[in-house]
């Protein structure tokens, strides 16, 4: 079972379970925090802030539970690229990992939209990945698909299967 906190939800290749699943089994948390907030840094930058209202932290599993996360990635000069939000989540501790579920929304600061069941954050690679439906638009075109990688400001996105298409030209024509 797994845990990708998007945004602020992951868990590295090597430890992770089978990706965009929940953990479940949880039992009585060890901790809860009310306005929970984390990040990460690299050098004094800020890569990643991580907040959620409510949070669970299960000490003996490394995992923090997380309702309604948000994750704003930050490029090399601190400026915001992105944001993810879900009704849930899970932080891997050890690995800094995210798995975020339930109406995941990324929303890049050129005004890229990507949604999903499910996203993992895998942060030693800096990559987003799933394996669930895929919905991305950038401006009036949608791209549609099963499985996704793309890097954390959606510059770089490839859907893996069942790819579909909907691409506005100029004029205003629509090919599928």
């Known amino acids: ?39 990460e840094s690299d050098s004094g930058r800020i890569r990643w802030k991580l907040t959620a209202p409510n949070a669970s932290k299960y000490t003996s599993k490394g995992l923090v539970v997380l309702e309604a996360p948000t994750i704003r990635f930050f490029d090399e000069q601190g ?12 932080l891997y501790q ?8 339930g109406n995941v929304v990324v929303v890049s600061e050129n005004g890229d939209v990507l949604e999903a069941d499910s996203l993992y954050w895998i942060d030693a690679e800096g990559k987003i990945t799933s394996n669930t439906f895929v919905k991305l638009k950038r401006g009036d075109d949608i791209l549609t698909g099963y499985g996704l ?28």
């Open 1 to 39: 079972m797994l845990f990708a906190a998007a945004l602020a939800l992951a868990v590295s290749c090597g430890s992770q379970r089978s990706q965009d699943i929940p953990s479940s089994s949880r039992g009585t948390p060890d901790e809860t925090f009310i306005d929970f907030m984390t990040q």
């Open 79 to 90: 400026l915001l690229q992105t944001t993810l939000t879900s009704d849930r989540g899970e």
């Open 94 to 101: 050890e690995s800094q990992d995210m798995l975020a579920y």
């Open 149 to 176: 990688d793309c890097d954390y400001n959606l510059s770089s996105v490839n859907i893996r299967k069942n790819v579909e298409a909907r691409i506005v030209e100029r004029e205003g024509s629509v090919n599928e």
